[in-house]
């Protein structure tokens, strides 16, 4: 498959939901195959094993005891998580590592290119980059069976992390505008680098791309809406997108 360019994230959007909602994206009305079934479902408990990973470093480089505290909660929700979801991945007949197994790669070269230089970014990076990702699984889902799609949608519900980042970054941005000047910079540099991840995975993934279409404007409408709940996300910080 032939990857078709990525969008210029700066890109204004018209629509969409807010970050934790079901965004507006590309999802085909066919019926998904187990297949799809298994693939959105390792993607996301790849993404959750991630999660707990990052979250617990975050805890313990938080500058204040409430963050420590709160990101560690926010750990243990993402393994709680990881187990659900292996119980489905049972449930559909496969045991959760050789379905995770596939995605194992996906986020290395993400995490390699945004390497965070201060907390703060380190918070955005976990807000809006990783952000990125839960839409697409949520878009891809959208198109599963309902007892799946149901399970990813409550999965990536926000479990409160939304609101300790927004609470952060927005007053430090707007005590200091020089430092929301490098952070909204910051924010287009994640964004173009996890939309890139999200092409990569769909060219890597026959079973994804059959969820959100294969044609060039059913992806198009994709990124516009994963571009679109990125600008949600930097407004809600104060941020330009």
């Known amino acids: 498959m032939t990857s078709s360019a990525v969008p210029d994230p700066s890109a204004r959007p018209t629509a969409g939901a807010a ?12 019926p998904a195959s187990g297949a799809s079934a298994r693939a959105v479902l390792g993607m996301i408990a790849y993404g959750q094993l991630a999660a707990f990973s990052r979250l617990a470093a975050d805890a313990a480089l938080a500058p204040e005891l409430a963050q420590r505290l709160e990101l560690s909660r926010l750990a243990g929700i993402a393994l709680t998580r990881l187990e659900r979801i292996g119980e489905r991945t049972k449930e559909l007949g496969d045991d959760l590592e050789p379905v995770m197994a596939p995605f194992a790669g996906a986020l290395v070269e993400f995490d390699e290119r945004t390497s965070p230089g201060s907390w703060w970014e380190r918070l955005l990076k976990s807000y809006v980059g990783y952000g990125v990702a839960d839409d697409f699984s949520r878009i891809a889902a959208a198109g599963l069976d309902p007892v799946t799609r149901d399970l990813v949608l409550d999965v990536l519900a926000d479990a409160g992390h939304a609101h ?15 430092l929301a000047s490098r952070l909204a910079l910051w924010g287009r540099r994640l964004v173009g680098e996890a939309l890139g ?3 990569r995975v769909l060219a890597d993934h026959p079973d994804l791309r059959a969820l959100v279409g294969e044609e060039p404007d059913a992806q198009q409408r994709l990124f516009s809406s994963l571009t679109a709940e990125h600008s949600r996300r930097m407004e809600r910080l104060g941020l330009t997108p």
Request: proline content about 7%; charged content about 15%; glycine content about 10%.
């Open 19 to 30: 970050g934790g909602e079901q965004p507006t994206g590309a999802a085909t009305s066919a």
């Open 197 to 199: 991840v999200v092409q």
């Open 164 to 178: 300790l980042v927004v609470e952060a970054l927005a007053e430090a941005a707007r005590q200091d505008p020089t």
